[in-house]
């Protein structure tokens, strides 16, 4: 129902305005505004699934025809009437696309993935419409031009920058053949984001490895009366389901006695989307890098990673790789080690075996009892989620001042009654920022992992929008009345995605393009907000035994702290060969004839990767950058950001109050977490650290030899 792009303004005038739905328009759910307490809430309890076609189809003919307006506006252009008008705009579709990304995400189902598939191409096509908009493109290049002869106001000036380039990189000044052909390719390839991340979760959801009764040595407790749960829930009842994601698969590799059903798991695990059958990826993963670089090269660039990076803070690929060459030969060396020693403790409990990728995280932990005398199972019982929730509120109201108040029952609607809403406000000045939802548990349809996003940004351009930010993880629910405990890598990532929450929370930009991330910088705010988690602070207050309510014990923490570089080997190569595969796959020339597998193996061995390890995501199911391009050339991000995280949290430990410094604490939240993208990131980190950040604290942290 969308009118075709070029002709677009003038159908308007002819009737092309889908009259037919202007009666559904008002009257769909998820495009009203946001009513009720808090700056107005989604109203997540309505949700209704034959509705949602419709209002993204809706929401986007209303959306262009804003864009229309502005484009034609017969005034000069200026921020005001092009820029400020085009911020300003496509509210209704975004409240949309808040309902789209909870079904995306949440609560997906197959009649859901149906719809997607059908609204991807319509998507791409409606922002191809604006991007490719050349009326409107003439006239912010006319604002940009102006702005460089008298530069406007920092924000506003920002907020020129950054929309002209985003236009210019993503062809506004091709000529009409060749946007023609672009928009072309975007369409295609929405689709194709949309079946690759569709088959990764088919093969998680589809593939169950059912066990029984004799086949759980060395798995835990609760662990076990989860996975029993789980087949009940897919009608095996007496039997015990380990689904195929990161959640189940990892705490067995750790921990499971039988060999050859480590293997089984793994890989199943290792081959998601790469089965030779309905639901594998290889072709779509070589569809989709054609495309791309058939894309770019319309643009003037050698391959698709160049143009990436280019509004990153890396700046280009070439950045990237030095420093993921710097630390990959000091990892595989840490690997040599690390292997060493397993290989000796296996041949001391009699395992007359090589170690294989499936052995690895099983005889990590038997080194890591053995060598740190640590064993995460005894951390586990202190580790109960929500005492860790009420941790980092602890932390986030000492150094962001923020208060967290669970709102009362039933006043903001849910997705899901798993999902917990609390309120922020300022503990200074009482003032109310905004609202922070937790879906924490696994559910049939929720995608895996951890994550976190916003339904409503903090803008102040109009008026003061106050956030709506949200977490979501992926625990397996207890039993009812049993406490949560998670692992310590859990409980990381649950600091980590609060990190990206507070980021969301602390903004304070004026304008809705200043909130957008930059990538490899985004990861920071998340990753250091983890180094609170074995803080003495957090430790003493809330890792507290979930039976007795005793505080953990000190030699606990300080083995917990020794070990803190153990198996960093492990870690480092199996993230860093997927960021260096992604990116070498992303600056190849010919991709003619690219088979999958090949490439893949191929680079792995160019890079000596160890055979004991395999990337952390292989290609054939590499969601990062194939279900979207959101990482696409920039997994790399993780480590750029970690080597800021790192040179940080050095400051943090040198500085006179620690963790807790009122002083570092306040410049931290002033130029690294409020302007967010108000700053160039790279300028942002020399106002608070006062230099650039070098890869010597990252090598430390990690345990290996600073260069
Ligand atoms: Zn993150």
New binding site residues.
Partial sequence: MLCGSLVFFLLLANGCSNENSKETMINNMMLKEWTGPYGGIPAFDKMNLSEVKQAIEDGMVMSLKEIDEIANNSEQPTFENTILTMERSGAALDRAFAYYGILTSNMSTPEFRDIQEELAPKISEFSSEISQNKMLFERIKKVYKESKKQPLELDKQRVVNLVYEQFAINGAELDDDSKKRYAEINKELSTLYTNFSNNVLADEEGIVLYLTKGQLGGLSDSFIKAIAQAATDHDEEGKYAISNTRSVAEPFLSYSTERKLRKKVWKNYKSRGDNDDEHDNKEIIARILRLRDERVSLLGYDNYASWRLQDRMAKNPENAMKLMNAVWPAALESVKHEVADMQAVAKKLGDNIKIEPWDYLYFAEKVRKEKYDLDFDKVKPYLQLDKLREAMFFVAGELFKFQFEPVPEGSVPVFHEDVKVWEVSDIVTGKFIGLWYLDAYARKGKRSGA??TTYRSHTSFDEDKTVLSSNNSNFIKPAPGDPVLVSWTDAETFF??F??ALHFLSSNVKYPTLNGGVRDY??FQ??LLERWLSTDKVINNYLVHYQTGEVIPGELVAKIKKAATFNQGYKTTEYLSSALVDMKLHMQDDLSNIDIDEFEQSILAELNMPTEIAMRHRLPHFSHIFSGEGYAAAYYG?IWADVLTSDVAEMFAEAPGGFYDKEVSSKLVKYLFAPRNTLDPAEAYRLFRGRDANIDAIMRDRGFPVP
């Fill in positions: 994550w976190a980590h995605e990190g990206h985004t990861e998340s990753q993780y």
